[in-house]
């Protein structure tokens, strides 16, 4: 159980295109989804966090309008990050929380790598 | 000083030993504990969590958690080449569901 999908697994892209990045929770019912980004030997970032249904909650730094985030059903959250660069070259991972849970665990999709040309 | 903080390693254990890993956090309210295994060019991985004080084992993994002096802790036992990664301790403090991150520790396990 427990099991978190992301799409696509790579992605490469010409600089000013924007991509969208899919999670899925195949298993369970997620009220909350988590977005993170990591660089090459580097701790994970928190991007922002998605709740079903309403607006994500982008930390300090991380562009809204840059890396939209849709949360539009107990099962999927979209990453789409728009008008990309080669800075944007990146791992973007999705982690969800179960709507049942007490605990506040996070499971993992695989993860996206992004090369921004 | 970090909310939470671990070693970054690496550590070097060889292969049937105990590896040993620490983490410490700031925050005396925090409730939930976690440790991710990450592979080098993977997501991390959910191996062990623990909410209350003492041990708590599963298979060759033992957590353990001590809210006076702020620690949680993981034990391998009989350490494989396989278990080579790093391992992350994430916290969990408040009711918007984040996780709280160490930056890690860097396990080596020889043959």
């Known amino acids: 159980g427990a099991v978190v999908s992301q799409h696509p697994s790579r992605v490469i892209c010409k600089s000013g295109t924007s991509v969208k990045i899919e999670c899925r929770s195949l298993?369970?019912?997620?009220?909350?989804m988590f977005w993170y980004r990591q660089f090459p030997k580097q701790s994970l970032m928190l991007m922002a966090t998605s709740n079903e249904g309403s607006k994500a909650t982008y930390e300090q730094g991380v562009e809204k309008d840059k890396f939209l985030i849709n949360h539009a059903s107990l099962t999927l959250s979209t990453l789409t990050v728009t008008s990309a660069h080669p800075e944007d070259s990146s791992f973007y991972i999705c982690s969800a929380r179960q709507a049942s849970s007490s605990y506040n665990e996070q499971f993992f999709g695989p993860g996206t790598r992004l090369t921004v040309l | 000083q970090k909310e939470v903080e671990q070693n970054s390693g690496p550590l070097s254990v060889p292969e049937g030993a105990i590896a040993s890993l620490n983490c410490t956090y700031s925050?005396?309210?925090?409730?939930?504990f976690f440790w991710y295994r990450q592979y080098s060019g993977k997501s991390p991985e959910l191996i062990m969590s623990i909410y209350s004080n003492g041990d708590k084992e599963d298979g060759r993994f033992t957590a353990q958690l001590n809210k006076a002096s702020q620690y949680v802790s993981l034990l391998i036992r009989d350490s494989q080449p396989s278990d080579s990664a790093t391992y992350l301790c994430?916290?969990?403090?408040?009711?918007?569901?984040?996780?709280?991150w160490g930056a890690g520790t860097k396990l080596i396990i020889k043959p």
């Open positions: 925050d005396r309210g925090s409730q939930s």
């Open positions: 298993d369970f019912q997620a009220t909350t």
């Open positions: 994430a916290v969990n403090r408040d009711s918007n569901y984040q996780l709280i």
